[in-house]
T-cell receptor, first 111, second 115 residues
């Protein structure tokens, strides 16, 4: 069964303090690894898709990377507005197009 | 704003009742997905429709059903509601059926509270 595990469950940073979030996956025939940001009570907001090991994507203070077993979301010099839950999801493709989500990392950035 | 709309935003009902949640996908998107998000389970895939036809099923209870109409909007019907059905229900859409390289864009969700 496909599994996506995120760590840590929660992370508190000071503004400007860089860190990384981890997403490890066991998705047979992974065809895409997705990162979403979710604010409380709102729908997940798409951030990145990674398709192959070694791929990297950047957006403002965020950079996502992918290896054969895990993905990292690096946050450089975070600001309070980066506070949110970050979700990782795997897509195994084939006949089932569902996304298997991890439980997320709740990031809090203090000013 | 993802372009996916969901109504209603909030729904409060009693056990045993039936409710219908509605989703309009982004303009041009043919696939609609339904997800349930609860505090302990995280986001769980329920069902996918493509251009009116059911394409994939996840952890959807028999008390739940969905359909996609010719205008591509979708409805999720939840019946014989139980306390444990209280959750956020999200709809997502993507352009194509095969979708492995298609991003799913999520709506704002419907918060269901069963009393």
């Amino acid at each position: 069964e496909d599994q996506v595990t995120q760590s840590p469950e929660a992370l508190r940073l000071q503004e400007g303090e860089s860190s990384s979030l981890n997403c490890s996956y066991t998705v047979s025939g992974l065809r895409g690894l997705f990162w979403y940001r979710q604010d409380p009570g709102k729908g997940p907001e798409f951030l990145f898709t990674l398709y192959s090991a070694g791929e990297e994507k950047e957006k403002e203070r965020l950079k996502a990377t992918l290896t054969k077993k895990e993905s990292f979301l690096h946050i450089t010099a975070p600001k309070p507005e980066d506070s949110a839950t970050y979700l990782c999801a795997g897509n195994s493709g084939g006949s089932n197009y569902k996304l298997t989500f991890g439980k997320g990392t709740l990031l809090t950035v203090n000013p | 704003d993802s372009g996916v709309t969901q109504t209603p935003k909030h729904l409060i009902t009693a056990t045993g009742q039936r409710v219908t949640l509605r989703c309009s996908p982004r303009s041009g998107d043919l696939s609609v997905y339904w997800y349930q998000q609860s505090l302990d389970q995280g986001l769980q895939f329920l069902i996918q429709y493509y251009n009116g036809e059911e394409r994939a099923k996840g952890n959807i209870l028999e008390r739940f059903s969905a359909q996609q109409f010719p205008d591509l909007h979708s409805e999720l019907n939840l019946s014989s509601l139980e306390l444990g059905d209280s959750a956020l229900y999200f709809c997502a859409s993507s352009p194509r059926r095969a979708g492995v390289r298609d991003t799913q864009y999520f709506g704002p969700g419907t918060r269901l509270t069963v009393l």
